[in-house]
């Protein structure tokens, strides 16, 4: 493994510390995280979608993977940020069978040929389903809901990026997520909902229960379909 030292000033550093902080990873994880990113970008101005997408997985689990006994900590605290859960709460019941978030959850099943979506709204202990189609599996069905056991949306709120998993029961954080026994949860691609204020609320995701490689334009289409929930939210949340 090669290493470098990179160096900042002092206000930059502080910064850095800070947003590293709040993310509860190390400095040095986060400059690594940032340059992952860096390169996702570059290499998709050079039409390099396989690049792109290699290291798109690199920096959607780096957060989580690296954690070690942490895990738990930094994940407890992103999804109990109040600003976060007064909104998700405000949002969890006026958009229950909302109709038009069912129609995007459609949408990003067709196109990505996935036979399951659901549009997230993440709790501190639950995850409820504000859109959702092709799923069959009870009482998770009728009750459009699910504890955190059952939660791969809960990383990509705290990481808040793109979460590519082409096989969770081989994700060395995922494996042993009850969402695999009891949903049969085994490919899942979820794009973090990210409001203006800068809350991330859920996800939009799809879902297999056999193996998949994600390409990257599946990963664009449900960032553009991410955009389009967090617009319904929005007007959700002024019609009430």
């Not at 860096?38 to 792109?52: I, K, T, V």
């Not at 204020?197 to 664009?220: F, M, N, S, Y």
């Amino acid at each position: 493994m090669r290493a470098t030292t990179v160096r900042f000033g002092e206000d930059l550093w502080a910064l850095l510390e800070r947003e590293a902080t709040e993310q509860g990873v190390s400095s040095a994880q986060f400059v690594r995280d940032a340059a992952i990113l860096r390169l996702a970008a570059l290499a998709a101005e050079r039409s390099a979608p396989e690049a792109r997408l290699s290291i798109e997985r690199i920096a959607a689990g780096a957060l989580r993977e690296e954690r070690g006994d942490g895990a738990t900590d930094a994940v407890v605290a992103a999804l109990r940020d109040e600003g976060r859960l007064a909104t998700v709460r405000s949002l969890a019941g006026m958009t229950s069978r909302r109709p038009a978030l069912d129609r995007i959850a459609s949408v990003a099943s067709r196109v990505c040929n996935a036979p399951v979506s659901f549009v997230t709204l993440v709790d501190e202990d639950r995850q409820v389903f504000a859109g959702c189609v092709g799923l069959a599996k009870e009482p998770w069905a009728t009750e459009r809901e699910t504890p955190l056991t059952h939660s791969f949306c809960q990383h990509a709120v705290v990481s808040r990026e793109p979460l590519i998993v082409n096989d969770a029961r081989e994700h060395p954080v995922l494996k042993d997520n009850a969402a695999i026994r009891d949903l049969d949860v085994v490919a899942y691609l979820g794009v973090p909902l990210v409001t203006v204020e800068g809350h991330v609320l859920g996800t939009l995701c799809v879902i297999d229960a056999k193996p998949r490689l994600w390409t990257t334009d599946q990963v664009q289409v449900l960032r553009d379909l991410a955009a389009s929930v967090v617009t319904e939210l929005r007007l959700a949340a002024s019609a009430a």
